[in-house]
């Protein structure tokens, strides 16, 4: 969606509201394609005494695999944006600010300003549960499942002379 700047500076007090859903079902994020239901973006922009701001929340409902066991997720996500938009940028201390977009046109769309910052919040390690024991190194069995009965204790090659040293005592 977009919103022409020109038009939004001349009605002062005014607030372009928006409210839309977007599909990004073919949106890759981390090696999958986590967003299999429409993305909704809601939020204002408005000129408050000539400084232009976006304020904005994402709405998504993730799909997504466990880190640990791969088990599928499934959860909704809310990611809030504010941002001030300007046209230029003035002196290094402005570089160094999070809130300031900066816009080439009169035209802002707000897609390129609002779905990367969604990718951005996203978690990178997502579980199923807190207590998830995940997958056996050894097997792949699903640990959550039952025992596999693989022997996990492996020994650094560097300290296998100490580990024979360690049986041999018992």
């Known amino acids: 969606m977009q919103i ?14 928006f409210d839309y859903t977007i599909d990004l079902s073919q949106e890759e994020v ?25 304020s904005a929340t994402v709405y998504a409902h ?29 002196g290094e201390e402005e570089d ?5 977009y900066l816009v080439e046109s009169d035209v802002v769309e707000l897609d390129d300003i609002l779905i990367p ?14 207590d998830c024991k995940g997958l056996c190194p050894k097997c792949g069995q699903n ?7 693989c022997v996990v204790k492996e020994v650094d090659p560097r300290l296998a002379v100490l580990q024979k040293f360690l049986d ?3």
């Open 4 to 17: 022409r700047l020109q038009e939004l500076a001349t009605m002062p007090d005014y607030r372009a509201r």
């Open 30 to 54: 981390g090696f999958e394609f986590p967003f299999q239901q429409p993305v909704r973006l809601e939020g204002e922009v408005s000129d408050d005494a000539g400084a232009i701001t976006l």
């Open 62 to 90: 993730v799909t997504t695999r466990c880190a640990r066991c791969g088990k599928p997720v499934e959860y909704d996500k809310e990611t809030d944006v504010e941002f001030l938009l300007v046209k230029e940028l003035e």
């Open 96 to 100: 160094l600010r999070d809130d300031v």
């Open 117 to 130: 910052e969604l990718i951005l919040d996203m978690e990178m390690a997502v579980v199923c549960d807190e």
């Open 143 to 149: 640990l959550n499942q039952g025992e596999c009965g």
């Open 168 to 170: 041999s005592t018992k």
